[in-house]
């Protein structure tokens, strides 16, 4: 992931249990925005759950907004933000004092 995602600011990951892959890929503090569909259960030997995407992106100190459920109950799509994005929704850029908002 590193080496494609620069100039981007969002993930969006439906990758089928390989969700942790991705993350472990991706540098985290480039994005703003993640929107990763996950299952309660692990779809394949060796795959993530939401439980292991949330504990792994948690420490990161991203913050969950919002979870999307799907027609099966056991699978849904989480919104998480950065904390880059979390401070400026917060109305101020860390440590610079300036007003958040579109630049």
């Keep these: 992931m590193r ?6 600011n969002v993930l969006v990951a439906d990758v089928q249990g390989a969700e942790l892959a991705v993350l472990e890929g991706t540098d985290l503090d480039r ?26 992106i948690r420490d990161a100190d991203w913050r969950e907004v919002a979870v999307f459920r799907h027609s099966r109950p ?25 007003e958040g908002g579109p630049r």
């Design 3 to 8: 080496e494609v995602q620069h100039g981007c």
């Design 31 to 56: 994005l703003d925005l993640a929107v990763i569909e996950g299952s309660t259960w692990a779809r394949c030997t060796g795959g993530s759950t939401l439980d292991d995407i949330a504990a792994y």
């Design 74 to 98: 056991y699978v849904a799509d989480v919104v998480w933000l950065s904390p880059a994005a979390v401070t400026r929704a917060a109305g101020t850029d860390a440590g610079t004092g300036t």
